[in-house]
């Protein structure tokens, strides 16, 4: 039977999983002298069909999230699925310094994602290119409005932030103290967001998008 | 869910249910720790990250028809295609 790995804390953080997991699965501790990870053993079939994989997602995401409202966890990525917990411990040992610095870094800490939209559609037809880039010119700018004015207003309570844009919306990481979250929501909640712009504002996340690469890695 | 008309939507804290189903697995496929060794196979521009390949060839046929049909019916739907073990 294969495993589908959750998480990782510190063991000295003694954080507690929640029972069950993907699929009712029993929720696991794998342990080494720093580090705890959770897994559970996994049917492949838990994965095949289109309900399932949502669900099983779904599972995992509060399984991970139970653990983060204890404390600081790093989650695997969805879906990790090894051999045995064997393979989980060998991880553990052979990245155990980078997690142990990783988690120390990000203790208290959480992440917000804010999602940009643009609600309004470039016209499919423009009476000329030199209008459709103008207003794809415009767009754009009242995107970065919206971006500056929720950076802005949330800087006071934010420990760092990140940008990044891809074709379908831009996306700005937020960093966090835990003690500071309901205050984020708030300052969040008062952001003027220009007419034809949507901003989605999730979290809080383990801080995922502010860790320090593995050196090993690169 | 806290929102005005011109605001932010914050999504999430106690209220977690108004946080959709497409972007709890947007955010569970997209972020965490990549085991070093597994198997990379992107689906939708996501990657998604197994070790077992007899899982993999399941999943990403499932986890491509739901996002087809019923999470995001949008999403052009590319061929799942190995990019390669690390």
């Known amino acids: 039977m294969s495993v589908l790995a959750y ?18 699965a029993r929720v696991q501790l794998a342990e080494n002298t720093m580090l705890r990870a959770w897994y559970s053993e996994v049917e492949t079939d838990s994965f095949s069909g289109t309900e399932h994989v949502a669900k099983a997602a779904l599972d ?13 966890v790093l989650p695997f990525r969805f879906p990790t699925i090894l051999d045995s917990v064997d393979d989980i411990l060998v991880h553990l040992d052979e990245k155990g310094v980078w997690y142990y610095e990783v988690l120390q870094q990000i203790e208290g800490l ?24 103008e207003l794809r010119k415009q767009l754009h700018k009242r995107v970065a409005n919206a971006v500056e004015s929720l950076v802005t207003t949330l800087e006071p309570v934010l420990d ?20 500071k979250v309901a205050s984020l929501r708030a300052k969040a909640a008062k952001v003027t967001v220009p007419d034809g712009i949507e901003i989605r504002l999730t979290g809080p996340w383990p801080p995922t998008e502010f860790l320090t690469n593995d050196e090993d890695e690169e | 869910m806290s929102s005005s008309d011109t605001g932010v939507m914050v999504l999430g804290g106690e209220n977690s249910d108004d946080i959709s189903l497409l972007e709890i697995l947007d955010r569970v ?13 992107s689906l939708a521009g996501v990657d998604l990250i197994y070790l077992g390949l007899n ?15 019923h999470i995001h019916p949008t999403l052009p739907a590319p061929a799942a295609r190995p990019r390669g073990k690390r």
């Open chain 1, 110 to 133: 959480a992440q917000f994602e804010a999602r940009i939209l643009t609600k309004a559609k470039l016209p499919v037809e423009a009476e000329s290119g030199k209008q459709y880039l």
């Open chain 1, 60 to 72: 995992f995401h509060r399984c991970v999230s139970a653990v983060f409202n204890e404390g600081t």
């Open chain 2, 55 to 69: 899982v993999v060839l399941t999943a990403v046929e499932t986890a491509q028809q739901s996002m087809k049909t």
């Open chain 2, 29 to 41: 496929v997209s972020s965490g720790v990549v085991i070093h060794g597994s198997l990379v196979i």
């Open chain 1, 160 to 179: 760092d932030h990140d940008i990044r844009e891809s074709q379908k919306a831009t996306r700005v990481y937020l960093l966090v103290e835990r003690s």
């Open chain 1, 7 to 24: 998480c990782v804390s510190l063991v000295s953080d003694n954080l507690k999983a929640p029972a069950n997991g993907v699929s009712g």
